[in-house]
């Protein structure tokens, strides 16, 4: 779990204030497989592998998204969660989505992991 924050906070570094909200999807693709490869032919992202861990970070309009994609070796894989980062009046918000094609149980824990993230990013980086 401690690789897992260091991934993602790799990933983010400004503030964050406030938590997911993950009411509405975010990702229009119909597998894990097609957003990687629409996302690995698309020259505004940028890829980093961290650990196993590929993730494409884009910047469009003002709003940051990171898309993370689950490593052969992690339970739920193959799953991508994406999350989109925008400037609002009460400070930035992450709005969370994510596609497992994994048994729903490793499906769970792998968004609660990014809550639990998306949390201790948002103490972390508010000084609390």
Same mark, same amino acid.
């Given at each position: ?11 983010? %570094? ?25 996302? /690995? ?26 898309? /993370? ?27 969370? /989505?994510?596609? %497992?094609? /994994? ?26």
């Amino acid at each position: 779990m401690s690789k897992l924050i260091a991934l993602l906070s790799f990933g983010l %570094c400004f503030a964050i204030n406030a938590v997911a909200d993950e009411s509405d999807s975010l990702i229009d693709f119909g597998s894990v497989d097609e957003a990687y490869q629409v996302l /690995s032919a698309d020259q505004s992202a940028t890829m980093t592998n961290f650990e196993g861990w590929i993730i494409y970070n884009k910047k469009h309009n003002g709003i940051y998204t990171l898309w /993370s994609f689950t490593p052969l070796s992690h339970p739920a894989h193959p799953s991508v969660v994406r999350r989109d980062i925008t400037n609002q009046e009460s400070g930035l918000f992450i709005s969370m /989505s994510a596609l %497992c094609e /994994s048994e729903k149980t490793h499906c769970d824990a792998l968004i609660e992991d990014f809550r639990e993230i998306n949390e201790n990013l948002r103490k972390k980086h508010s000084g609390g």
